[in-house]
């Protein structure tokens, strides 16, 4: 039975270097044998069905299809619309009230617990606020990520040591549940 997903690419297309053209993601996302594809906006993310693997094989596929046919490694992360939608639902924080740029999303490629983030000092970063979700870490800053602190504490290598992460703002994270949804 063939399965909706979304891939998010992480670190592509931005400042102008690891450039990867949407047409040409399609393009190598049809050639794995994905049918049904779409990207959506230039930052790394294409949905797409499949009829075979899960998660983790998907992800290490089309991870290698970049490296072949753009010349450099893109870390990939690819979760199913049951997922997706999940994350929507469970989002801590009144979304409804929130500008896109207030609430992201970060998507992990394995579980993460509270010890990851001990040494987060929570207290001297507020208002900004962060939550734990399945894979995913919910994180509220009111001026945006561009001038989080806790953001910048939260993509430390020593707390993302081992996994991949990559970021994604309220409007993607939404736009992505629907675009695998039926």
């Not at 072949?68 to 469970?90: M, P, Q, S, T, W």
Request: proline share 4%.
């Amino acid at each position: 039975m063939a399965t909706r997903y979304a891939a998010l690419l992480r670190g592509i297309n931005v400042g102008g270097s690891r450039k990867v053209p949407m047409a040409e993601l399609r393009a190598v996302l049809e050639g794995l044998g994905h049918e049904q594809v779409r990207t959506h906006l230039q930052s790394g993310q294409a949905v797409f069905t499949a009829g075979h693997g899960d998660e983790a094989s998907l992800a290490a596929e089309l991870a290698a299809a970049i490296e072949r046919n753009f010349g450099f490694g893109v870390d990939v992360i690819v979760r199913d619309h049951a997922y997706l939608k999940a994350v929507v639902d469970a989002c801590p924080f009144p979304a409804a009230t929130l500008e896109a740029k207030q609430l992201h999303v970060t998507y992990f490629s394995a579980p993460v617990t509270p010890e990851r983030f001990a040494g987060i000092d929570r207290e001297a970063c507020l208002p900004e606020e962060f939550r734990l979700g399945d894979r995913a870490l919910y994180l509220y800053a009111p001026s945006g990520l561009g001038r989080s602190k806790l953001a910048a504490l939260l993509a430390a290598p020593r707390v993302t040591k081992g996994l991949i992460a990559t970021t994604r703002n309220w409007n993607t994270v939404v736009k992505l549940a629907e675009l695998t949804g039926d």
